[in-house]
């Protein structure tokens, strides 16, 4: 029903206000400011690097020749787009969703999923504990990606609870119906895998569901574009047979579908989800998918590229650790690497304890103030995690070329 979580949205009337609003430290003010708090967040996220690079990482396909094929900033615009609409029609905060939104990929690696299994390997490997890129992305947002403030000095992006929970609860790969958000509020950097908990607010909820709605169509459309369903098209249109609202199969009549069955079937009771038919529907085009898509024959090849450059990278960088100082480690690797070991140099430095960070007009945290093998093998995982797939690429080929 329409505005049916009105009395539920994340504003001043509700009792978690004080606590969706927070933020880790105080965010500089000017006199004026015709923004409000989410707003504020909105905008610090697009004006970010890692916003940036997600036009050149990965959504499913691999540097496409096609422009038209879809790229992982254009899901997150998608995810803006639908979780809007939802959140439109429901009465909620669509100003928190927007900005859920456009932050929710940005703990993403190169290469989509794959680079996240990958960089996974390696974490547990050297550290013991998995990398999944909801944790990566609140790491990011809280400590890694920088902005300068009104004085020109580099500090955390520094986001309210709301979006940071919005960011860490959002994995969109778990089968489930009827989603509610949690009451605790608890630091989120207890969380240790993903799903662990349910989201906080309502506008989270949305999130993560238009995470899974609006990648379940999108990613049929591109497969269709660039022929790999060329031989699965009539087992689609049998998945999809009984179903009057989807017998023209495209993006368009899956989104309108999901989206129009979760508003009318969504209420604060029932909490956020689908109808039984349209949540069995999801689930099968999602298993399709996996079946023909993700799993097909052609994106293998690549997913073995794409082993070989993130793990050669990692290898690299972490040969280069004397055991005593991060940035001259980093710069040992000049001679046959100029542009790898510049750049990872120049990563270090924002975030290492020992060097004058009034003069590079840092304010923000210190992430490695004891320089050990662990912190640098995190380092490492932090540098190549925020790179695109082409910069990884260029990487590789300054390691292996002469």
């Not at 996996?290 to 090849?301: F, G, S, W």
């Not at 140099?345 to 003069?359: Q, S, T």
């Amino acid at each position: 029903m329409k505005n049916s979580f009105k009395n539920l949205s994340a504003n001043l009337d509700n009792p978690k206000w004080n606590n969706i609003i927070s933020r880790q430290k105080p965010l500089y003010s000017r006199s004026m400011d015709t923004r409000d708090d989410f707003e504020r967040d909105y905008t610090r996220i697009i004006h970010s690097n890692s916003y940036r690079r997600l036009k050149h990482k990965t959504q499913v396909f691999f540097s496409p020749d096609n422009d038209h094929i879809c790229t992982r900033i254009e899901h997150v615009t998608h995810v803006d787009s639908i979780s809007y609409t939802i959140a439109n029609y429901l009465g909620l905060n669509t100003e928190l969703t927007k900005a859920i939104a456009v932050a929710h990929d940005l703990g993403h690696s190169p290469f989509g999923h794959s680079g996240e299994r990958i960089l996974s390997s390696l974490s547990k490997r050297d550290l013991g504990r998995t990398f999944w890129h909801e944790k990566n992305g609140l790491e990011f947002v809280d400590s890694v990606e920088l902005l300068e403030d009104s004085e020109r000095y580099k500090q955390n992006l520094n986001l309210t609870y709301g979006v940071r929970d919005g960011i860490i609860s959002h994995c969109g790969e778990i089968d489930e119906n009827g989603l509610k958000p949690r009451e605790e509020f608890i630091d989120l950097n207890d969380y240790s895998f993903p799903n662990q908990f349910a989201p906080y607010t309502w506008e989270a909820c949305v999130v993560k569901v238009s995470d899974k709605i609006s990648y379940i169509g999108r990613d049929i459309e591109d497969a269709i574009t660039l022929g790999i369903l060329d031989n699965h098209l009539s087992e689609l249109s049998d998945l999809l047979q009984g179903n009057s609202d989807v017998t023209n199969l495209n993006n368009t009549n899956i989104i309108n579908y999901l989206v129009t069955d979760l508003c009318q079937n969504s209420s604060p009771e029932n909490g956020i989800c689908f109808s039984d038919a349209a949540f069995n529907l999801l689930n099968k085009i999602k298993a399709f998918n996996y079946k023909n898509i993700y799993l097909c024959n052609k994106l293998q090849a690549s997913n073995r590229y794409f082993e070989l450059i993130i793990k050669e990278i990692y290898n690299t960088l972490a040969s280069s650790y004397d055991g005593k100082n991060f940035l001259n480690s980093a710069k040992s690797l000049e001679k046959f690497y100029p542009k790898l070991s510049n750049g990872f140099y120049g990563f270090l430095e924002l975030y290492c304890a020992n060097i004058d960070r009034e003069k590079l007009k840092l304010r923000n945290n210190v992430l490695f103030e004891e320089e050990t093998i662990d912190n640098f093998y995190q380092a490492i995982l932090y540098y190549i995690a925020g790179m695109t797939d082409h910069f990884a690429m260029e990487m590789y080929q300054e390691i292996i070329g002469f």
